[in-house]
C-alpha cells in the first residue's frame, strides 16, 4: 500500500460506524481525498482537535487499490480556525469549508485552490474582518474556477463598468447602468465595483487596504449567491445558516 503525505486542508467529516470518522480533506498535491479515520470518534481519539473544517496540517495516508477510500494515518495539525478569537468568523469557516468541498475536483491537484484555502485560514486566525473576507474569497473562488464574469467591461455595448453594473435576472454577467436601465437584475455600485478591482490584486494577507462598505457587501453577497447558485445548481446549506444567524441577531 503506498503511503502518502502533504498538506491539507480539513473539508469536512461524517459518521462512520461505531467510533470512526470519513474526513473530506484536500491535499496540495493530489487534490481531494476521502479518508478513514479509525477510532475518530473515541474518548482517547488521536484526532481530536485534528478535525474541525479548515484546520491546515499535515496528514499521512494510505491508499488501497481499487478503493476510493484512503486510510488515514495521522493528521498533524498546524493552523487551527478556532484560534480565531470572534465567534463570527467560526460561523463562516463551515461555508468556506462548503464552498471548496463543492468545487475541488475529487483527486485532481488544483494547487491554487489549496493555496486559497490555506491563505484563507491564516486570513481567519489573523482576525481579518470576516464578511470581507468572505466576499473576496467569493469572488477568487469563483475566478479560479472561470465563472467569474468580467468586471471591466459590459459585454452589451463594451464601455467600462466603474460606474456600477447590473446582473439581469436571467443571465449571469455584468452589464453597465445604460444596458440595463431601470431596478430589475442584482445591482452592484460604484464602490463594489472598485471592492473587486481591488481584490484582482490584493493578496488575502493584505486584506485592510480593501474597503467594503455595509451596503457593497449586501450587493455582492447578493450577487455571488447567484453565480454560486447558477453554478453548482444548489443553495449552500452553510450559506442558508449563515443567514438565519445574521437574522436571528
Ligand atoms: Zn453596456
Known amino acids: 500500500m503506498p503511503v502518502y503525505q ?4 480539513i473539508l469536512r467529516t461524517y459518521k462512520l460506524g461505531e467510533a470512526d470518522s470519513i474526513v473530506v480533506f484536500l491535499t496540495r498535491d493530489r487534490g481531494k481525498k476521502r479518508g478513514v479515520a479509525k477510532g475518530a470518534r473515541g474518548r482517547r481519539s488521536r484526532y481530536t482537535g485534528a478535525l474541525e473544517p479548515m484546520t491546515r496540517g499535515d496528514v499521512a495516508y ?3 487499490e481499487q478503493r476510493d477510500l484512503v486510510r488515514l494515518n495521522f493528521i498533524e495539525p498546524t493552523r487551527s480556525p478556532l484560534s480565531a478569537a470572534s465567534g463570527e468568523a467560526l460561523g463562516y469557516v463551515g461555508y468556506f469549508a462548503e464552498l471548496i468541498d463543492e468545487w475541488a475536483p475529487e483527486a485532481h491537484a488544483d494547487e491554487r485552490l489549496y493555496r486559497l484555502g490555506s491563505s484563507v485560514v491564516d486570513a481567519i486566525a489573523a482576525g481579518a474582518p470576516v464578511e470581507l473576507l468572505a466576499r473576496y474569497f467569493e469572488y477568487w473562488l469563483l475566478r479560479l474556477q472561470g465563472v467569474y464574469p468580467s468586471i471591466r467591461q459590459c459585454p452589451g455595448c463594451g464601455g467600462g463598468l466603474n460606474e456600477g453594473a447590473s446582473m439581469p435576472q436571467q443571465d449571469a ?6 444596458c440595463a436601465p431601470g431596478t430589475a437584475g442584482t445591482r452592484l455600485s460604484a464602490e463594489a465595483m ?6 484582482t490584486s490584493v493578496a488575502p494577507d493584505n486584506l485592510s487596504t480593501l474597503v467594503l462598505t455595509p451596503r ?3 450587493e455582492l453577497e447578493t ?3 447567484r453565480l454560486i447558485t447558477v453554478h453548482l445548481d444548489k443553495d449552500l446549506k452553510s450559506a442558508r445558516v449563515l443567514r438565519e444567524m445574521r437574522q436571528a441577531r
Open 173 to 178: 454577467v455584468l452589464v453597465c447602468r445604460n
Open 6 to 9: 502533504s498538506e491539507a486542508l
Open 62 to 64: 494510505y491508499e488501497r
Open 194 to 199: 472598485l471592492f473587486l478591482k481591488s481584490a
Open 216 to 218: 457593497s457587501a449586501r
Open 223 to 225: 450577487a455571488h449567491r
